[in-house]
């Protein structure tokens, strides 16, 4: 075998390694999700299953997998390492912990790691991560929409063994059982995690027994450099120098009055980016906190956002990213600050980065996008105690170049988790869903029109207890380049009696009857330019749509429609938005 046909062959297995890591993560998240018990991971496929190795290098990842949860895994390990020496595990075993400030997210998710041995020590690690049905604290379902500490969001787990040489440790099962509302949800939702991190095991074990662990390694080594390559020339082609960039949060749900500020200031040098979150405003008292993993998750998927899509996504991306965060900010608290509702932080986080880098590439700018809107119901049916947590998003910001896609998560967290189903939900619970769409008008005006936010309306038919969280409500996602806002969402509970009453963005403990109908609007995206420079035929094909009304069509773009809806009046709108520019002058 010539050389140069030895290295063609490598690089043909280097593929084929890479492949099947990424494989056997996204096979143990399917895993993960089809055995867990809660709905809540059913339907929205919120798992997160990752590769790494015992140096804590994210090798690979599922494409379920959330950027603020593989930061999460890649964070988490050290802390087992640091607890649990190598020496002491043995196959089969298996840890799970949760502390957010050892690399967690907050109580309900629950991170578990396996290790994968070679030559007769750990290479490699298992690890995969779910929010679990319920884990104690103040709030049900661990959405602790008013919580001002860790200890009212759930009970914290350090790194401890959950599986001795693959017999479950007894005492811990105990402990997380008795720590839940509904433990046998948690347990099963516990061990659709160990299904998970076992299917990995054995897909890496596989590949150790192929190759062996020095080539492996290799092949790994590889893949992580040729990343961090490609993000190093992707960021070499965004101009040099420093922007900066910022975004307001509507408040932390206590302070009500005191909004709080996430700055940055972006330095793009030689194929590496430098995120300063100095003078980003203090932690909150209210649960809006993230914690360092979370903060940094951010940070990377923002950067993320200017770069090639097709990078993969492991330790080589980290690699072209320095970040700072100051100790005590929202994005760096000092514990036991409250971090539940880490996700208004963390995309406050990625907003003022993407308008940083927007001003380096205008040809990417975005305006700014809804967060994810979220409650949780609860309650005993025939004795037997029920909860439930849903979601949905908002409208992201219009582009640059077109306009922002309707009710999508593309921020949260950026993964693929969708919306939970609401049949499933309706099968189970003791609801029924009314009505689910998307709102008109509510995408803000622009050249480029924000996307839509939706409106949900459950009726309950039984007693229940609601939680609900959300932002960007106060304070609309704004547009940009004279583009408008979006429109805010919100919350409220249409009672059986007919009296309306509306929700704060943040509450908790709210009393519902069978009868009531729980109502959720999320917020629409901002727009990007002036509204009278969209092209008039993009004007009627939303109207078409139902995107916007002909009311809007008129009065906020200046597009006239003739008699039937369904054309143009070319003379009339030239009238319209002459007249209107003269106005405005």
């Known amino acids: 075998m010539t050389q140069s046909t030895a290295s063609i062959d490598d690089a043909i297995t280097r593929e ?34 990752a590769i790494l190795d015992a140096r804590a290098q994210l090798v690979a990842q599922s494409d379920a997998t959330s950027l603020m949860h593989g930061a999460s895994l890649r964070a988490c390990l050290p802390a ?12 089969g075993d298996v840890f799970v912990m949760n502390d957010p400030y050892r690399g967690g ?8 790691f396996r290790p994968i041995f070679g030559a007769g020590e750990p290479v490699y690690f298992a690890g995969t991560l779910i929010h679990v049905a319920d884990l104690g604290g103040a709030y049900p379902a661990g959405l602790a929409a008013l919580a001002t500490d860790t200890f009212s969001e759930g009970m914290t787990v350090p790194p401890v063994r959950l599986y001795a040489k693959g017999v479950p440790e007894d005492a811990i099962m105990r402990l997380l059982a008795a720590n839940s509302r509904t433990p046998e949800m948690v347990l099963g939702d516990v061990r659709a ?55 307001r949060i509507d408040s932390d749900g206590l302070d009500l009055e005191r909004s709080y500020d996430v700055r940055v200031a972006v330095t793009v040098s030689d194929g590496s980016v430098c995120v300063d979150l100095a003078g980003t405003s203090g932690q909150a008292r209210g649960a809006i906190n993230a914690s ?73 700018a975005v305006a700014q996008s809804a967060i994810i809107h979220v409650y949780a119901l609860s309650g005993a049916e025939n004795g037997v105690p029920w909860l439930s947590m849903s979601y949905d998003f908002g409208g992201l910001g219009a582009r640059a170049v077109s306009d922002g896609p309707d009710a999508t998560g593309c921020f949260f967290l950026g993964g693929r988790s969708v919306i939970p189903q609401h049949e499933p939900m309706e099968a189970r619970f003791p609801l029924r869903v009314l009505r689910s ?3 008109p008008d509510s995408g803000g005006a622009g050249r480029f029109r924000g996307g839509r936010g939706t409106e949900t309306a459950v009726l309950l038919l039984g007693d229940a207890e609601l939680t609900v969280r959300g932002d960007r409500i106060a304070l609309p996602p704004a547009g940009r380049d004279g583009g408008q806002p979006g429109r805010p969402g919100g919350y409220a509970v249409e009672r059986a009696d007919g009296r309306l009453e509306l929700l704060a963005d943040k509450q908790s403990k709210i009393a519902l009857r069978a009868g009531d109908v729980f109502v959720m609007r999320t917020s629409g ?23 916007v009304s002909r009311d809007a069509a008129e009065i906020v773009y200046g597009v006239v429609l003739g008699a039937g809806g369904d054309v143009v009046d070319s003379d009339a709108t030239a009238r319209r938005r002459a007249a209107g520019r003269r106005g405005r002058g």
């Open 437 to 439: 769409r998307l709102l």
């Open 292 to 364: 360092l993993s979370q903060a940094l998750s951010g940070v990377v998927y923002a950067v993320r956002c200017f770069v090639d899509p097709t990078i993969p996504m492991n330790e080589g991306c980290f690699r072209a990213i320095e970040a700072k965060f100051p100790l005590g900010s929202l994005v760096n608290p000092r514990p036991p600050a409250a971090c539940g509702g880490r996700i208004v932080a963390v995309c406050g986080t990625t907003e003022a980065i993407i308008e940083a880098l927007s001003h380096a590439a205008p040809e990417r």
């Open 193 to 247: 995690l160990v299904a998970g991190v076992n299917v990995m095991a054995a897909r890496v074990g596989e590949l150790i027994e192929q190759h062996g662990v020095a080539t492996l390694q290799r092949f790994v080594d590889a893949s992580l450099d040729y990343t961090e390559a490609r993000m190093r020339d992707e960021i070499r082609r965004l101009p040099a120098g420093t922007y900066h960039g910022s975004f």
């Open 16 to 49: 084929i390694v890479k492949s099947a890591l990424a494989v056997a993560a996204e096979e143990a998240s399917i895993v993960v999700v089809r055995s867990a018990y809660s709905a809540f991971i059913q339907e929205g496929a919120d798992a997160c299953a």
């Open 80 to 91: 087992l390492l640091e607890d649990i020496e190598p020496g002491d595990m043995s196959p």
């Open 525 to 547: 995206g901002g727009g990007l330019g002036e509204p009278w420079e969209r092209d008039p035929d993009r004007v009627l094909a939303d109207v078409c749509a139902g995107s």
């Open 105 to 112: 997210i907050h109580a309900n998710d629950l991170v578990v």
